[in-house]
């Protein structure tokens, strides 16, 4: 587990690049946190670090968003579901297990239907305004490989 | 001969008719609409099933209810939109629908009961941008309206600058990096506790409150001066109300919503007018639910004024999603000798640039 404190919103983009470019295909990462706590601005770091080019912007209209790379990316937002199995009428299994990179916004969401493996990612306000609490948590024997990449984070470079 | 050669033939037989008369499906998002509507610009109905009320006891639209709900009340819809215009499927000239942006499941319903009224009348399915159909509403508005013109285009999904060079040419200017600016009038609403929609819950709201009590940010991106960012100002509020509740104080709902859509409407509106201004445009068009703000609507009129640039905007029931705009937007499209195969896919993803 990597706790780590971002102090911008330019920092929480830096560590969600590193995040990114250290995904491989098949990665599921799950994004928890609050309205405004920073979550898009992580997911676009994700995307960018894992190959994307050009803009990643909020999927909350279209619940998903995909952007081709090295591994396709699959950007998720689930703010607008009610119930997980409205998942189904978007085939979101395909897109969970297949090829590509998942990011999800809103992973509180999945409820039942969170897997049992996946990079977790939690987001949280601290004192100061700008400040955000990044938890990284590997779930499952699959990220058991994150375990030491987190281990070796050395912060992010300027 | 192919299903598509044979409607690429009937082209121009209809380009010589009088009367054109197109039926177009739009269900994208929360609505199911259909319209009939002659020679793109006369609207002979507008149906709109709203399913709002669905959706405010969830606060946001609800993917799976939207395309369960479509399906439930397309062919009521249709029926009704023939009805009302006295039209008989027969005298149908060309089906239009939306085919993208927006939620997949909920487009693919439009778009197969379009292609299945399409190949059952031999009619040409046109499939339409939604985009496209939003600034085509004001050519349903405003008969004498051409191209060219700058359309800013702003909805609960779309925050764009559009260059309309001419009918069915477009040049994207600018858009949003990350919010639209109706999702953070909703998502900013929600916060407040104002329900959904959020815009016309803000903007009532609003009228109330003093639009200068609170400075939340207006984002300038340096080398993209024609794009948005609405992300950024959602947070600020939402640290303005967190920040008085760890105090222990309250706040003015008026006042916050006020400053909250000041602040939106001043970069939606700066950047119009200098878009119009560097492409050197006498005419502003906007499109989209959101441009039924008043307070939008009220400085947008103001500011294109002074500088001699003449205002367009839809009456609201042809900012909302609507069959009829698509039907125009299919119009012009069809005329062009633009129109889809049976395969045509729903596109959830789709730039207005990259529209063939």
Redesign the interface.
């Known amino acids: 587990m990597l706790i780590w404190l971002s102090r911008s919103?330019e920092d929480t983009y830096l560590f969600g690049k590193w995040i990114g470019s250290n995904t491989k295909a098949g990665d599921i990462i799950l994004l928890f946190g609050q309205?405004?706590s920073?979550k898009?601005?992580l997911s676009?770091g994700i995307a960018h670090g894992a190959g994307v080019s050009g803009?990643v912007?909020?999927p909350?209209?279209?619940?998903?968003?995909?952007y081709s790379a090295l591994h396709p990316v699959f950007h998720f937002d689930l703010?607008?579901?009610?119930?997980p199995?409205?998942l189904?009428?978007?085939d979101y299994e395909d897109y969970f297990f297949g090829i590509g990179i998942t990011i999800v916004e809103w992973a509180e969401r999945l409820d039942y239907l969170l897997p049992e493996e996946y990079l977790k990612i939690s987001i949280s306000?601290e004192q100061k305004?700008n400040e955000r609490k990044i938890t990284v948590c590997p779930v499952g024997s699959r990220y058991a490989a994150w375990k030491e990449v987190l281990q070796n984070y050395e912060g992010i470079g300027s | 001969m192919t299903y598509l050669q044979q409607m690429t033939e009937k082209i121009s037989t209809l380009r010589d008719k009088k009367r054109i008369t197109i039926l177009a499906l739009e269900t994208s998002?929360d609505e199911t609409a259909a319209a009939v509507v002659r020679n793109g610009r006369e609207v002979l109905s507008n149906i709109i099933s709203s399913q709002i009320d669905t959706h405010r006891l969830?606060g946001?639209?609800?993917?799976?209810?939207a395309?369960r709900k479509h399906v439930e009340v397309i062919s009521q819809v249709v029926s009704h939109a023939l009805e009302e215009s006295n039209t008989s499927m027969e005298e149908l000239d060309a089906v239009a629908v939306t085919y993208g942006?927006?939620?997949?499941?909920a487009l693919l319903v439009g778009v197969s009961a379009a292609k299945a009224i399409a190949f059952g009348l031999s009619v040409p399915l046109i499939g339409v941008h939604h985009i496209e159909g939003h600034i085509s509403a004001n050519f349903i508005e405003y008969k004498e309206l051409e191209p060219p013109f700058v359309c800013l285009i702003v909805s609960?999904?779309?925050t764009q600058i559009v260059h309309v060079k001419d009918y069915g040419e477009y040049e994207l200017i600018g858009?949003?990096?990350?919010?639209?600016a109706g999702?953070a009038f909703d998502?900013v609403a929600?916060?407040l506790g104002l329900g959904y929609p959020g815009g016309p819950a803000v903007d009532r709201i609003a009228k109330e409150g003093n639009p200068a009590a609170i400075s939340f940010p207006r984002v300038h991106l340096r080398e993209k001066p024609y794009d948005f960012s609405f992300?950024?100002l959602?947070?600020a509020v939402?640290?303005y109300l967190?920040?008085l509740e760890q105090r222990g104080e309250s706040y003015c709902l008026e006042d916050v919503a006020a400053s909250f859509q000041q602040a939106v409407v001043d970069v939606l509106v700066e950047k119009t007018i200098d878009a119009a201004l560097k492409l050197n445009q006498k005419r502003i068009v906007m499109a989209g639910g959101v441009a039924a703000n008043s307070a939008l609507k009220r400085q947008m009129e103001a500011e294109a004024e002074k500088r001699q640039i003449q205002l367009y905007y839809p009456t609201p029931v042809l900012c909302t999603d609507n069959a009829a705009m698509i039907a125009c937007a299919g119009y012009y499209r069809l005329l062009q000798g633009e129109i889809s195969p049976l395969s045509l896919n729903a596109v959830?993803?789709l730039p207005i640039t990259q529209i063939q």
Do not use: W
């Open positions: 919103e309205m405004g920073g898009t601005v676009r803009m912007n909020s909350t209209f279209t619940i998903m968003n995909s703010y607008r579901l009610n119930e199995e409205e189904y009428d978007l306000r305004v | 998002c969830y946001g639209v609800v993917p799976e209810i395309s942006p927006g939620l997949v499941g609960g999904g779309h858009q949003t990096m990350d919010d639209a999702e998502k929600r916060v992300s950024g959602k947070t939402i640290n967190h920040n959830p993803y």
